[in-house]
């Protein structure tokens, strides 16, 4: 994949300007993140409107993407429900304001209690396999607010990246409805139980074409007609669509785009949006990907092996998919000054190196980027989703501090999503409190 120089320097470099002159990013804070809330009102505007004739959806965003509580209070804000997948991004998603019947749970692995939980609180649940529906039948109270859906697997194949794939043959998502036999006992578990009124499927993700997504988002719509026909009624009301809308990351263009999303949809089950069922979806990387992104410093630069390497302060601790598999998740890079103002010196090819110990960590290699020098800053795109938001604790690095931003008539102002961590908090999660368990009596331990 090419990435090359129109690489975004002078759209954020306002943003990155301001942020140097306010104190977010300099020598002593040389990693920060960037949220652009307007650019995440108008994805979920997008999103909105691409689906604007269809009677009900309701459009979650999946928090494992950003599971920040602001940017999540922001999407409530802007018409969002909300996708999680376990108990830390439920307390997320119920603290960042969702209302519970907003909310949707598909976590793999639910525990009994997690069950029990929901159910309580009436979010949407989302069972990954039948044994879990039969957790359910035993913990389903009579009075139940929750919508209750069962996952599929339609195997409809891979996209370019095998671990983002969840469609495939041997996927640990779902029931793997080619299996044999496996379509008759889904037909049968929704027979048994009239409460049951959701078929749930996520393709896939990044590097996934359209039309396979939509493949399996038509395979879903068939197998709810079929059991619908089985127990002669309406019982399944609604469908949930997944997300995993891919993102283009070499450079500002927006695509596919949901309306792209909808019209490979409606070109692979015409009723799909008919409004006969009421439709969930699950967005994540689409909505956040490009409204988002990283600036760091340059800590040294240095020469190995006739190559120039510049070190900075965003290595895997924050691009983890991109250091473990660069040509998977290739990100695009900018040279910005110590001021912040792109740079327009001729390009040399150079590896913009993380902090971390350990030889991978490069975010990029062999880049042509303007020659980069101590003190002047790179800017990673388009890592709004899965970056900064999901960091790595490797070397005990800290969480970088995550500012939201607001551009107006020139004018860029920030408030603090998250704070940085600071090494006293680093030691406080490392067992700080406990630091003479191993020295000690071996006392039980205490749990919460
Ligand atoms: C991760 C995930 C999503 C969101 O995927 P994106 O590629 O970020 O849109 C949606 N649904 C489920 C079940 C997921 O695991």
Redesign the pocket.
Known sequence: MSLHLENGASRVAPVVRQAVADGLLGEDRPLAGFVDVQGVRDSVAGLHEAFGQVPEVLHTF?A??CALVPVLRLLADAGMGC?V?SPGELRLALDAGFEPARIVL?SPAKTRQEIREALALGVALNADNLAELERVDALRPAECASVVGLRVNPQVGSGAIGAMS?ATEHSKFGVALRDPGARARVVEAFARRPWLTRLHA?VG??GCPLPLIAEGVAALHHLAEEINAHVGGRQITSLDL????PVNFTDDTVTPTYADYVAALTAAEPALLDGRYRLVT?????LLAKNGFLAARVEYVKDAGGRRIALTHAGGQVATRTVFMPGAWPLRVSAHGPDGSPKRTPLLPQDVAGPLCFAGDVVAHERPLPELAEGDLVVLHDTG?YYFSAPWAYNSLPRPGVYGYLQRDDRVTFATVRRAQTVREISMESGLAQADALLSGFTAPSLP
Request: charged share 25%; proline share 0%; hydrophobic share 30%.
């Open positions: 999946a494992k993407a996708e997948a598909d969840t996520h993700s990044q997944g997300g995993g809308l699950e967005f994540g990387r689409s989703a």
